[in-house]
């Protein structure tokens, strides 16, 4: 395959982009499941605790996909930093 490092890291970024809003939005849509049902009846926030409780659906999606944007670009950070500066040529780091 012949892609520039530019088109990989953009296929890159848009693939860690699309999963994080996807799991914001399913989260978010647990969370709503959760708050219509009283807390799965027993008063729980399981999906979105109190720190990370949001007023509308929108946001909730924003407060449960940032986070995993923050730790999906943090894995491309180190796996970059790794395939520069990985193993020595003895295997130890």
């Known amino acids: 395959m012949s892609l520039s490092r530019h088109t990989y890291w953009l296929g890159v970024a ?3 982009v699309v999963s994080a809003l996807g799991y914001g939005v399913t989260l978010a ?11 799965w009846g ?6 979105a605790p109190q720190p990370m409780q949001a ?15 923050a ?13 520069r500066w990985g193993r020595t040529a003895s295997g130890a780091w």
């Open 14 to 16: 848009l693939v860690g």
């Open 29 to 39: 849509a647990l969370d709503a499941l959760g708050d219509a049902t009283d807390g």
């Open 42 to 47: 027993v008063g729980l926030a399981f999906w």
């Open 55 to 69: 007023g509308s659906f929108f946001l909730q999606v924003l407060v449960s996909g940032t986070p995993m944007l």
């Open 71 to 83: 730790f999906i670009f943090s894995g491309i950070g180190i796996g970059v930093v790794f395939k």
